[in-house]
Each structure stands twice: as structure tokens, then as C-alpha cells.
């Protein structure tokens, strides 16, 4: 049985650390971080590594039948744009169009991941995959300790989530951790693609606005007037841009 109905627990994972934060169930505020646990290990080998870093994590924290999210750093999953089959009519067929997908794009079978999507047979969707061995891994773990696993997601889906409704018609979204930053490019309120894209130090208006630019020519797409950003967002991006020939950037606030 839950124990705290008003609040849970995040679980941010990434191959570096583990961090334990709180998190009101209803509202915006932002959660609290609880503690943090530092990992030095590949992706791959964080299933085997997950147990004994969510001891440490856990220990002296008050969590046993507190509810659980997992956010999983996006390193660690597979995110992929797919197109529905002509006159598809069966989930199967929508299963089927994302497994093949994920073949191309990433040369391997679908097999070892658990896939999941926004399953739309009217028009592209995007399809998200994450290691049956980790989410075993994150399942024994979470049970070990009593906790109830509400949702496992990738991080940039989390903030997506979070901030959905906040965004403004055509405007982009970009989702920064760490020196990676998410940039979701939109088009008449919808998620068009998802691009993951290494931020120099020093990241500003200048390189956000070609880069921005730059993605949107490959996709097709005019370039946003506007990136609404969340997360770790660099200094030089959270203040307002210094000409109109660079994309104006809003901040959204952090991710809960």
C-alpha cells in the first residue's frame, strides 16, 4: 500500500550517478533533491550495477511504500520518429512499422528493448526503447526496497510531459542536461523529430540559432522564432537574445 498519497519519489538515472529527488503528485512546484549517489560505469553495464547503487542512494532515506518514477538519461534508451504504414488498421501494424525502424536506425533487432509509443496509424509518431535488462534491473531494485514503480521514461519524455501545455504554437523545444541538449522541433503544435545535440561550453544564442537553422533545412521545416528550453540551461541561453537575427529563447523552468 502507498504510503504517501500527496507525494513520491524521482529517481533520476544516469551512467554517472543516481539522484533521489521528491516530488509533489499534483502542482509545479519543483522537486526537492533528497540525495545523490555517483556511478562510474558504461550504459551497459548499469543493470548489473543498479542494486547496489540504489543501497547507497536509498540508505537513511525514508522511502519504503513511497511511489516511484525513474527517469532514465536519454544515453541509456532510443527515441526514433515513425512513419504509420499506408492503410495500417492494427496495432500490430503500428508495432510492426517501429520494430522495423529501429532495425535501420540502429542495426540491431528491437528483441532486447521494451518498445513503447504515442501509436498513431493517421501520422508519424515517435517511439521510444528501453533495455529489458535495465527495466528488470529498475523492477527487482524498486521491489527490494517497497517502492511502487509509476512510470519509467526517458528524460527528454519526462520534460515533454511536464511542459507540453506550456508551449506555444511552433515554437521549438529544447531540454538541456548535462552538455547534451534535446531540441524538438515542431510544427503547428505537433513533435515533428528529436535531436540530440553536443552543446560547446559556452553554448549561446549564436550557436542555438545555427544549429536550430541547421536542423530545420534537414528536416524540411522553417526555422522556430522561438526555443522554449528546460532543464540545465546554460547562463548565455537563459537571457533574453541580444538581436532579432538570433532565435528568442524562453525558459520553462526545471523538469519534475
Not at 496495432?91 to 533487432?109: C, I
Not at 534491473?137 to 519524455?157: N, Q
Request: charged share 15%.
Amino acid at each position: 500500500m502507498l504510503k504517501n498519497f500527496t507525494q513520491s519519489l524521482r529517481i533520476e538515472m544516469m551512467p554517472q550517478s543516481l539522484r533521489l529527488l521528491r516530488a509533489r503528485r499534483w502542482g509545479r512546484a519543483a522537486p526537492q533533491l533528497l540525495a545523490e549517489q555517483p556511478l562510474a560505469v558504461t550504459p551497459d553495464a548499469l543493470a548489473a550495477a543498479l542494486p547496489g547503487a540504489l543501497d547507497g542512494l536509498l540508505s537513511g532515506q525514508d522511502a519504503r511504500g513511497m511511489a516511484a518514477s525513474f527517469v532514465l538519461a536519454d544515453d541509456l534508451v532510443r527515441m526514433w520518429q515513425v512513419v504509420p504504414p499506408l492503410q495500417a488498421a492494427r496495432l500490430a501494424d503500428l508495432e510492426g512499422a517501429a520494430a522495423l525502424r529501429f532495425h535501420t536506425l540502429f542495426g540491431e533487432s528491437p528483441a532486447a528493448w521494451q518498445l513503447s509509443a504515442d501509436w498513431n496509424a493517421g501520422a508519424p509518431f515517435m517511439a521510444a526503447a528501453v533495455p529489458r535488462a535495465l527495466l528488470a534491473a529498475i523492477e527487482a531494485a524498486a521491489a527490494r526496497h517497497a517502492l511502487a514503480v509509476i512510470a519509467v521514461v526517458p528524460h527528454f519524455i519526462a520534460a515533454w510531459n511536464r511542459h507540453a501545455r506550456a508551449l506555444k504554437r511552433d515554437a521549438w523545444f529544447g531540454v538541456a542536461q548535462g552538455s547534451v541538449l534535446a531540441l524538438a522541433a515542431c510544427e503547428g503544435g505537433q513533435l515533428r523529430a528529436v535531436r540530440h545535440i553536443a552543446m560547446p561550453h559556452g553554448a549561446d544564442h549564436y550557436w542555438l540559432t545555427q544549429t536550430a537553422q541547421r536542423e530545420a533545412l534537414l528536416l524540411g521545416l522553417q526555422a522556430p522564432g522561438l526555443i522554449q528550453l528546460s532543464g540545465e540551461v546554460p547562463l548565455a541561453l537563459a537571457k533574453p537574445a541580444g538581436t532579432d537575427k538570433h532565435i528568442a529563447t524562453a525558459a520553462l523552468g526545471a523538469t519534475a
